[in-house]
């Protein structure tokens, strides 16, 4: 797929010196007033002006203050314009807390993992103390990526000049630096984020700001932000319960990362239509939904209950399925729990990780997990086809704008927090 780039194209209106002067333009912020200089003047840059009026416009088309029932989605600018993607990306994205992974990927001391959100790349590591700590997976010297993948490491050795980290971030070796004057160790190690863990997961503000390493945060604070009142009610449900964790598996899927969230927030509306299998296990008239401050919570009863005549049950007699803003998903049934993250790569692309959990007493009844897993996959993959579908059709010029179902009321919440974030 193209990737969108970066940098604003430049209007036909500037001068062709104008143009080929761009070497000399130093904007500031990617959507507020930005200027250049050029000549030694300050100049307005026509194109990151004209981008910020345009994305305003495209907030506005959506009014969160008209109630359900009579209220259109939003746009299809708001899954298809880049510059409506970047303004997502550093106000939904980078600021508040984000599940980025579970607590057994740093079980013990020195494991670690790496991940990207956006343009973000981060780094979580539990040092030699037992301290969990999170990084700009960035090198200080030249800017090469550091770590890649997860494991364990006793330090950071950056593969581009051999410039080394010690767990805590501090610069503990820089090749080949003698002679290089006003040059202090202590002021180049990794740039710091604010990390938490509550149940399972594990949590970072990806902000582009630096973050002095003294600045911590508590369970409570970080279950206030992120969870809001719906804590104890997700505890009630299991979702922080000891569980072990199964396996991991992501999907490309080629559809803007909100066409995934709202297929799961449609109040399974859809269930019925695209997922024959599953529809058999649940009884969609015990349906529900709540909305809380950032967390949507849909319930259902077990249906028919198809395949316990053979002795296997996935579902079990009550599902739950949390959706905590932006992007992260909590499914709770039977005896499995499983997770989605949804990360942007694109207008038009995501990737989803689904990492799954499941009661210990379970953990070694492979053939259960196997058959469990196969039919979690089919739905998946039917899904998968069901958002690009939706993207693809986004993309027609014969649809802007859509309706809400009544049921649909977690999709709405959805939306209205979205608009929240990015009116300017």
């Known amino acids: 797929m193209m990737m969108v780039p970066r940098t604003a194209m430049v209007p036909e209106f500037l001068t062709p010196t104008l143009k080929s002067s761009r070497r000399y333009f130093s904007s500031h912020g990617q959507f507020g007033v930005a200027v250049f200089r050029f000549g030694g003047r300050r100049f307005l840059n026509p194109s990151r002006v004209f981008a910020l009026s345009e994305t305003s416009k495209l907030v506005t088309e959506f009014d969160p203050e008209i109630p359900l029932e009579r209220a259109s989605t939003p746009p299809t600018s708001w899954y298809t314009d880049s510059q409506f993607y970047r303004l997502e990306l550093d106000r939904v994205f980078y600021g508040g807390w984000q599940a980025v992974g579970y607590s057994d990927q740093i079980k013990n001391n020195r494991d670690f993992f790496t991940g990207r959100l956006g343009d973000v790349e981060f780094l979580v590591c539990r040092d030699d103390n037992g301290k969990i700590n999170a990084f700009h997976n960035v090198c200080s010297h030249h800017a090469s990526v550091l770590a890649s993948g997860n494991g364990k490491k006793s330090c950071f050795v950056c593969p581009y000049h051999g410039w080394t980290y010690s767990l805590n971030g501090s610069l503990v070796k820089a090749t080949r630096m003698t002679g290089i004057e006003n040059f202090a160790l202590n002021e180049m190690g990794l740039k710091p984020l604010r990390v938490a863990v509550w149940g399972p997961f594990v949590l970072l503000k990806v902000t582009k700001t630096t973050l002095s390493q003294e600045e911590l945060v508590t369970d409570d604070v970080v279950a206030a932000e992120w969870l809001g009142t719906s804590v104890g009610r997700l505890s009630q449900g299991g979702v922080d319960s000891h569980l072990s964790f199964i396996c991991r598996r992501e999907y490309i899927i080629d559809c803007n990362w909100k066409v995934f969230c709202d297929n799961y927030l449609d109040g399974g509306y859809h269930v019925p239509y695209a997922h024959k299998g599953?529809?058999?296990?649940?009884?969609?008239?015990?349906?529900?939904?709540?909305?809380?401050?950032?967390?949507?919570?849909?319930?259902?009863?077990?249906?028919?209950?198809?395949?316990?005549?053979?002795?296997?049950?996935?579902?079990?007699?009550?599902?739950?399925?949390?959706?905590?803003?932006?992007?992260?998903?909590?499914?709770?049934?039977?005896?499995?729990?499983?997770?989605?993250?949804?990360?942007?790569?694109?207008p038009r692309r995501c990737k989803v990780v689904f990492d799954y959990f499941l009661d210990p007493s379970l953990k070694d009844d492979e053939a259960f997990i196997k058959r469990s897993l196969e039919e979690s996959e089919r739905v998946q993959m039917e899904d998968v086809v069901l958002c690009e579908s939706v993207q693809r059709g986004l993309e027609s010029p014969a649809y802007d704008k859509g309706r809400y179902a009544l049921v649909e009321k977690a999709m709405h919440h959805f939306h209205c927090l979205l608009h929240q974030n990015l009116k300017l």
């Open 278 to 346: 599953l529809m058999s296990g649940l009884d969609l008239e015990t349906y529900s939904t709540t909305t809380l401050e950032r967390v949507s919570i849909q319930e259902c009863g077990g249906g028919s209950k198809a395949g316990e005549e053979d002795g296997f049950s996935r579902l079990g007699s009550q599902a739950l399925y949390a959706f905590v803003y932006p992007n992260f998903m909590i499914n709770r049934y039977g005896p499995w729990m499983d997770t989605n993250l949804v990360i942007p790569l694109g």
